[in-house]
């Protein structure tokens, strides 16, 4: 018999891979019709999808609400450029730039998890404003233009050979890397550790009664959070070809955020969902209007007003329910008889 945790995280799976599939045919139908616009706009969809499961492990399980996500994700995506001019190799620059963010996570959160609440929220957020005027006002990383002229690289994998360059290729790519976060975020929720995680938002002051360190726990989401936002962030360069400050600026984090409530917080797939929504409606309605932050504002406004558990939170209990059901049918196993 599963518990409660067990059974929410199964619908977050159902949901993940719902939206795996939907990624399949939208990238057949794609494929298939030589749209290369909306490939593109699907993986950068991905990529900021990877960002806001960044921050839904802190805020949807941890409780720890961060306003400067977009440190580690500029990070990630500035060192991987940096490398990629110097040497045009994915694999050493997805891994300067997860080491990059692993030093840089382990340096943030021993600032930002010395305080709580709405301070750790202001602390995140400066933290990345310092970075991002850094980075704005050094000419050696091309001060308020970025980086340009990233060029298009080879990906070996394996028996294979992807390039940076082929629109379905790379969005098929970019659909692995997030798959394989989600796992690994999915898996750790669910191991004791996760529990822990999960225990901090619910009641942070009981945790220690039960021989747990709270700040190890918090420390150890922060670092995780950090590490994938920074290896999300590593593939913007090899998509758009440039990397900017904006990247580290406060709205790339707000951005995050919102696709983080759209879509629901406390589900990891919710915010990859949010994520996919919002990209493609800000790219749709731009199209008609170059007001279309009003509209996305709305959107939010609403969301937080009539869905405040998100969309994936909304339907999420309807799966739950079927899953109970589906596991309350199992046949339990008959107790061992001894034989005397």
Do not use: C
């Not at 790339?252 to 969902?273: E, K, R």
């Amino acid at each position: 018999m599963h518990d409660r945790l067990d059974i929410s995280m199964r619908a977050n799976h159902v949901f993940f891979w719902i939206l795996v599939i939907v990624a399949l045919v939208f990238a057949a139908f794609a494929s298939f019709s030589g749209d290369v616009f909306y490939l593109r706009l699907a993986t950068e969809a991905l990529i900021l999808g990877g960002l806001a499961l960044s921050i839904d492990i802190l805020l949807g399980f941890t409780g720890l609400l961060s306003l400067g996500q977009a440190l580690y994700f500029g990070i990630g995506a500035y060192v991987s450029a940096l490398v990629l001019r110097e040497e045009p190799s994915f694999w050493l620059a997805m891994g300067a730039a997860g080491v990059s963010v692993l030093l840089a996570g382990i340096a943030g959160g021993l600032i930002a998890n010395r305080v709580r609440g709405v301070y750790f929220a202001l602390i995140t957020f400066g933290m990345a404003q310092v970075v991002a005027k850094v980075v704005y006002n050094s000419q050696e990383l091309g001060a308020s233009d970025g980086l340009i002229g990233i060029p298009v690289i080879e990906i070996p994998l394996g028996l294979i050979t992807l390039s940076a360059g082929d629109p379905l290729g790379f969005f098929l790519l970019t659909l692995v890397i997030i798959a394989l976060l989600y796992s690994v975020s999915a898996y750790l929720l669910g191991t004791p550790f996760g529990r822990i995680i999960i225990a901090l938002k619910a009641n942070e002051k009981r945790v220690p009664y039960l021989g747990y360190s709270t700040w190890a726990a918090r420390m150890a989401a922060y670092v995780l959070a950090a590490v994938i936002a920074g290896l999300v962030g590593a593939l913007y360069p090899m998509l758009r070809g440039f990397v900017s400050p904006e990247l580290l600026f406060f709205a790339t984090s707000g951005d995050a955020l919102i696709m983080v409530i759209v879509g629901g917080a406390g589900t990891l797939a919710g915010a990859i969902w949010g994520a996919v929504i919002l990209t493609m409606l800000k790219s749709v309605i731009g199209s008609w209007t170059e007001h279309h932050l009003i509209v996305i504002g709305l959107i939010f406004m609403s969301a937080i007003l009539f869905m405040p558990k998100g969309i994936v939170g909304i339907l999420k209990p309807f799966v739950e329910r079927n899953l109970l059901r589906n596991s309350a049918r199992q046949p339990k196993p008959e107790p061992e008889r001894t034989v005397l």
